[in-house]
């Protein structure tokens, strides 16, 4: 579909971080109550899921009711001008539409990862991403549907997620199960309050692109966000998988939170830390050897402008890896043991104070190369900011263990 195509598509990346973001708030913040009542008082830990899932139920018919009636102005709002409006309102509207089933993948995936459905969860989305490539090579390339094809397929993913994560609910090990009750304002709050953390990292993503996507526009038009959506989607694989290693973290800590065993959950950080800054080292090695090849993979068209712009740009941004591997961890980590202000105020730091003040400053000032590298410079600054504040808070958690070992 040309350089167009992957203009709409970064601009419309924003609206998955919402979605994606909502999930995550529900499925990261209850999921981690429900392990923790699940030691302590296991009927309040079923109320809690019955209580999410109402949530996400309403949230993602809002989405759907905004598909319906405002995909016109969202398009617009995401930045589409009058080349790229009408492939950006029928991507929007289509997935708005399914808005549903991507809060529900997110919420389910995180309940299911502390129900001991970690395999479940795995599959559930390795299939509906491998499904999710097949069906945009059917809908695009055979059967000639444009943004409405590329549209549908990244919409069926979730429900296809949802479908495998299902049978999670016929094991024997199962204590997901839906009750009759009032809702808890106090679990409810609480679940915001874990889960606040990974819908503001999420949102801050969108945010991020958003901002990068306007400055880029007025810099160097539709070609620059080309270029930008090319070195964007790279990234988003790779926080992909630094957001994993931290969602694989998150129960361990959460569990060990409740047992009170701080030497453990030290120990389940620094095992997350160093297995994604190794993927931060593999993932930026990967992209400067190879980087011409990332990069026909999405210009068939060859467009030179936007090989020039991103072969170079690509490179500047995600040297930035090296320093939001560490964030993502320490972001999900000091949520998962319950002090999720700091987690909160880390997201605020790094996702919106920093790129709204150094992202159109590095344009004013070093133009286009100051943009590119301006993602490294906010993640290094909020890297050192979250170990300052981690070398103070591990001494509050040995503390707390040299207390337990005197009472014993």
Not at 85 to 112: A, D, H, R, S
Not at 304 to 333: E, P, Q, T, W, Y
């Amino acid at each position: 579909m040309g350089v167009l195509g992957i203009a709409v598509m970064n601009l419309s990346m924003p609206l998955f971080n919402v979605m994606d973001g909502l999930g995550f708030l529900l499925g990261m913040g209850g999921g981690t109550l429900f392990t923790i009542y699940q030691i302590r008082d296991r009927k309040r830990s079923a109320k809690t899921y019955t209580q999410t899932v109402i949530v996400g139920l309403i949230i993602g018919l809002v989405f759907t009711l905004l598909g319906i009636l405002c995909a016109p102005q969202i398009s617009h709002l995401l930045g589409a001008d009058p080349t790229t409006f009408k492939m950006t309102f029928q991507y929007v509207q289509i997935v708005l539409l399914f808005g549903p089933g991507f809060i529900f993948n997110n919420l389910l995936l995180g309940f299911i990862r502390n129900d001991h459905g970690t395999k479940t969860a795995m599959f559930a989305m390795t299939i509906s991403s491998l499904a999710n490539i097949f069906l945009d090579w059917l809908f695009i390339l055979r059967l000639n549907m444009g943004m409405i094809g590329a549209g549908l397929a990244t919409s069926f993913s979730p429900i296809i997620s949802i479908l495998i994560i299902m049978t999670h609910f016929q094991k024997k090990e199962n204590h997901l199960k839906l009750v009759n009750h009032p809702f808890i304002l106090s679990d409810l709050r609480q679940t915001f309050s874990i889960g606040l953390p990974s819908f503001l990292t999420e949102m801050s993503t969108g945010f991020g692109i958003f901002i990068y996507n306007w400055v880029f526009l007025k810099v160097s038009g539709n070609n620059a966000v080309a270029a930008y959506g090319i070195a964007a989607n790279v990234l988003l694989v790779a926080l992909a998988l630094f957001t994993g290693v931290a969602q694989g973290v998150q129960p361990i800590v959460s569990q060990e939170y409740a047992h009170r065993n701080f030497k453990t959950i030290k120990h389940g950080l620094h095992f997350g830390l160093i297995i994604a800054e190794l993927l931060g080292i593999i993932c930026l090695v990967f992209v400067c050897f190879n980087s011409r090849l990332i990069i026909e993979f999405f210009n068939a068209a060859s467009n030179f402008k936007v090989i020039a712009l991103a072969n170079s740009g690509m490179k500047m941004l995600l040297i930035s890896l090296l320093f939001s591997s560490l964030n993502v961890i320490f972001n999900i980590f000091f949520s998962a043991i319950n002090n999720s202000y700091i987690s909160i105020a880390m997201v605020i730091l790094r996702g919106y104070i920093l790129p709204l003040i150094l992202v159109p400053l590095s344009a004013k000032i070093y133009g286009i190369n100051g943009v590119w590298l301006s993602l490294t410079v906010i993640e290094g600054i909020t890297s050192i900011v979250e170990l300052i504040t981690w070398r103070a808070h591990s001494k509050k958690m040995i503390s707390h263990l040299n207390k337990k070992t005197d009472m014993q």
